[in-house]
Structure formats: C-alpha cells, structure tokens
C-alpha cells in the first residue's frame, strides 16, 4: 500500500491534461463515477462542489474521473457549475490502474460500467485510502474527513 504511484496524464476539462505529477506536494482525491448527468452522479458532484473550499483549504486537489468524453465533461462541469477538473478516460487506462471497471447489472443485462470509487492519494504520490462500491448521501463528507487526517 505505502507505493507511489505511477503517473499518469489523460485529457481534462478546461482543455488541459491532468497529470498526476504535476500535484505533487498535495493530497489528491480522484473520485470515479460511472456517467456525466445521471442521478448518482450528478448527486455526487454537487456534494464535490459544495464540499470543494474544505478541500481546497486543506491544499487538496479533488478530480472526477469517468470514460465520458471531454466534450460530455464540460457541458456536466459548467450544469454543476463544477471547480474541479473532470478526467476523460475514454481508453479506461486508469479505470484499469485503479481497478474499478466491473461487469454490473442494467435492466437484466450485464455491462461493463465504472464502479462509484474513490481514491485518496497523499502528497508523496502514495495511495492511502479507496472506498469501492460508494454510496453518494455522506460520501465526500467522509473523504473530507479522512483528509483532514493526513
């Protein structure tokens, strides 16, 4: 658990990429979500947003991340009014550095889908917390208090 981990640059809101080296010296949150605009989803941005001057205060770096397009990102961050950067992870490389693609049921069906998880890395670059399988009501709340914990 205490290794750094690998960098990584991928496509971001804002028309920038967001590398993983370049926070270096602060705590990142990188929460992964299953689809821009949907209920949960959007459930749990908002909680993100509103929770976002705490992170921001404790110099941590919050990013969503899903394998929605940049496009679909923009459109979700400027709806939410978002004030962090959402990650397009269209060739789910870091879904599968992170391990969070599972086949999940839809009306019956199995598919392939991004399960709700959140990562909390330190600013080393070190790994210290995941929830896998989140549940939105109290979730970035719970983040924020581990947070305030490193």
Request: glycine residues 8%; charged residues 25%.
């Amino acid at each position: 658990m205490a290794a750094t981990l690998p960098d990584f640059s991928l496509p971001a809101t804002g028309d920038s990429d967001f590398t993983l080296a370049a926070h270096r010296g602060h705590p990142v949150v990188l929460y992964f979500y299953p689809k821009d605009s949907t209920p949960g989803c959007t459930t749990e941005a908002q909680q993100f947003r509103d929770l976002y001057p705490e992170f921001q205060a404790l110099g941590a770096v919050v990013a969503g991340v899903s394998r929605d397009s940049v496009k679909s990102h923009e459109n979700f961050k400027t709806k939410q009014n978002l004030p962090f950067p959402l990650i397009s992870d269209k060739e789910e490389s870091l879904c599968q550095q992170f391990g969070v693609i599972k086949l999940k049921k839809m009306y019956g069906k199995e598919v392939r889908g991004i399960e709700r998880s959140t990562f909390v890395i330190d600013a080393g670059g070190v790994l210290q917390r995941e929830w896998r399988g989140v549940k939105v009501p109290g979730h970035a709340q719970e983040v924020l208090d581990f947070v305030k914990t490193l």
